[in-house]
């Protein structure tokens, strides 16, 4: 009986895999996914190779043979390892690359959180980490910050394929649209080829529902006067989000200006729906993908939202249902005074100081390791490494 995934395939939706760590790779877990529920992409961060390489033993012979190559730093001797993983599951998806002659098939590495509001360190740190991995297949992951706008432009135009991260706002999305947009442009006017260039703009979802559900719950428990209204909105507002976000995507696509770059070979920057694990137990624990499948977007999934699809989730086609209702939607929560632009701004903040903490605790993990490996007392973590200086 073919995976429930599949289905989503046939909706014209790819479905990712949010996570990632070594001992996964090596038994086989990214291929099963690939060949049994047709995972076509891989999505990392510094949380998620936090809990890979900072909890557990799995590298530790790993870490242990770097250091005795020559004593690294800490910040090198992270980059091999998630360096190596990627290009191990890139290698896993390279075949998917090549059967759909390079539109999917891609593991994402994120450029440092502690670089997120330098576009000069993200660009550098994009190209050394693109040549590092030296795969056709991958995609260096750029936050969706203010100076990561300029980034998305800059690599687009070498050629870089781009995940912009860290998305909340449409008014961010639109402005990496543009950016991705205005990339391949200036490709074009140099006689450069579009065709093989990818992106994706990752909007997360559930943490939106997350804040604004809080706020609702606060108020209703305060006796606000619109209590019904209030919770009438939870759990709609991140998707409605989505969707509208969406909207914006086919209308860029059907634009004149989109046409000429397809007509050159372009490929579209697909809406990557991201954050979609259900974090309210009230809501099905498949609630941010049945109601956002559409054609040119990705889900990408932890794997407990991954086994709650195949199990028993629906697919059917619910992007483009009730846009009219969606924006409604949106409308009640600006009356009500949710603040959706507060909290998306907020949200990205968050996001960049979570990642930047995360990979705090997995530069300790690692120094820790090393000062063992040495003999030595481990260094504090004020002084864990260099990069935090660009913050």
Do not use: C
Not at 50 to 63: F, L, M, P, R, W
Not at 173 to 194: I, P, S
Not at 299 to 324: C, Q, W, Y
Not at 353 to 369: M, P, R, T, Y
């Amino acid at each position: 009986m073919a995976s429930r995934l599949h289905a989503l395939e046939a909706e014209g939706q790819a479905v990712w895999l949010d996570f990632l760590d070594r001992a996964f790779l090596a038994e086989g877990g990214l291929t099963r996914l690939i060949e049994e529920d047709g995972v076509t992409g891989v999505t990392s961060n510094p949380s998620i190779f936090e809990k890979a390489i900072g909890h557990g033993g799995d590298y530790d012979e790993a870490i242990s043979a770097l250091v005795r190559q020559g004593e690294p730093s800490i910040t090198e001797i992270y980059e091999q390892l998630a360096i190596a993983d990627i290009q191990t599951a890139a290698d896993a998806l390279r075949p998917v690359f090549e059967r759909l002659d390079g539109a999917d098939g891609f593991a994402s590495i994120e450029v440092s959180p502690f670089l997120a509001n330098s576009t000069e360190g993200t660009i550098d740190e994009a190209r050394r980490l693109w040549a590092a991995v030296d795969r056709p297949n991958l995609m260096v992951k750029v936050p969706g910050t203010p100076a990561g706008v300029p980034a998305v432009r800059a690599l687009t135009a070498e050629g870089i394929n781009v995940n912009i991260t860290l998305l909340f706002a449409i008014d961010m999305y639109k402005a990496v649209a543009e950016a991705f947009v205005a990339g391949l442009e200036d490709r074009v006017a140099r006689g450069e080829d579009v065709s093989r260039i990818a992106s994706v703009a990752s909007f997360f979802v559930s943490r939106i529902d997350s804040r604004i559900d809080d706020a609702i719950d606060a108020r209703v428990k305060a006796g606000d006067a619109e209590a019904e209204a209030l919770l009438a909105l939870r759990g709609k507002v991140a998707i409605a989000n989505a969707k509208l976000a969406y909207q914006y995507y086919l209308e860029l696509i059907a634009s004149g200006r989109w046409r000429a770059l397809a007509a050159k070979g372009a490929r579209p920057q697909r809406l990557l729906w991201a954050s979609t694990g259900t974090k309210d137990p009230a809501y099905s624990d498949v609630l941010y993908v049945e109601t956002l499948i559409g054609r040119d977007t990705i889900n990408t999934m932890p794997l407990k939202t991954i086994e709650a699809f195949r199990e028993h989730g629906v697919a059917r086609p619910s992007l483009t249902a009730d846009i009219a209702g969606e924006r409604m939607v949106l409308s009640e929560a600006e009356r009500l005074g949710l603040d959706l632009a507060s909290v998306t701004a907020a949200l990205v903040t968050e996001g960049v100081d979570k990642f930047s903490e995360a990979a705090e605790a997995l530069f300790g993990a690692i120094a820790k390791s090393r000062a063992a490996i040495l003999g030595e007392q481990p260094a504090p973590r004020s002084a864990l490494p260099e990069q935090r200086k660009a913050r």
